[in-house]
């Protein structure tokens, strides 16, 4: 496939083929119609040759070429599924669509400082697990570490302090940037502010901007209810304290933070018990380098 690819990237070679497919011709001819040197169209014609989309057959002086459609199929095959995948109902290509007729928006109505103060945004998840598995999930930062992130993403660095006054660090990556050859993806700064093991934690977090200033302030309170077959989970964000520059962050809000929601309720389900617990309970968490 990469020889077949490098010899068509080619215009000239690519007129050749297209010529090619109308019908069988010669040299001569084939050099004539695309307005090359017969010696520079040979070269053109012997790699596509290798490449298997043409084939050739002497005919008395002449070399005649045709087009080879198999390859061709395979190809466009190819780019089909390529494309199948890109545009899968649900899948990653429509959450960066979404995200961008989000960010488009914001961008907009980001005209100045307090643009966006007073926004919220509400979640709900009915999780596996009773509130106590929830809760340490949602304040052990070796457990926070596997959700606490939109897809794609994952966690680098992570302090979570759970307890009135604790500090709180949230750095993360690209999924598959593994050696950090990447830019930080985003970074958060914040402070716990209401802890009720089991039923209530509140805290506030300021998202950075690539200056080192805070973008906004978000107020977060997550309550737990216990249910006949898990833990009913309400999350509420409250937005102070916005910048201009704050667009791009808010608006990957409700479609980032009901990712990681997601993926937490995806950890829950496939262990409802979670038995044992982590051997890493310290308030400190870092993943990968930095």
Partial sequence: MDVLLTALADPARWRLVSLIAERPRPVGVLAELAGARQPQTTKHLQTLERAGVVTSQRTGQRRIYALQPGPLRELAAALDRLADTAEQAGGPRATYDR????????????????????????????????????????????????????????????????????????????????DASDLVAGRAEGAVVDVRPGE???????????????????????????????????????????????????????????????????????????????????????????
């Fill in 200 to 290: 209530r934690l509140a805290y506030r977090l300021s998202p950075k901007l690539p200056d080192g200033g805070l973008a906004f302030t978000a107020h977060v309170a997550l309550d737990l209810r216990p249910t006949g077959t898990g833990t009913d989970l309400d999350v509420h964000w409250q937005i102070t304290d916005s910048t201009v520059d704050s667009a791009d962050f808010i608006a990957g809000i409700e479609i980032g933070f009901g990712q990681s929601l997601d993926k937490l309720a995806a950890a829950l389900a496939a262990d409802p018990h979670d038995s044992e617990r982590t051997e890493n309970t310290d308030s400190t968490y870092t993943r990968s380098t930095q």
């Fill in 99 to 178: 995200y961008g007729a989000s960010l488009h928006a914001e961008r907009l109505a980001a005209e100045e400082p307090g643009w966006a103060d007073g926004r919220s945004f509400s979640f709900r998840r009915l999780l596996t697990g009773r509130p106590e598995l929830v809760w340490r999930h949602l304040t052990e930062p070796s457990l926070l570490a596997r959700w606490w992130t939109p897809d794609d993403l994952r966690v680098s660095e992570l302090v979570f302090e759970a307890r009135e006054g604790g500090r709180i660090v949230q750095e993360y990556r690209d999924v598959e940037d593994a």
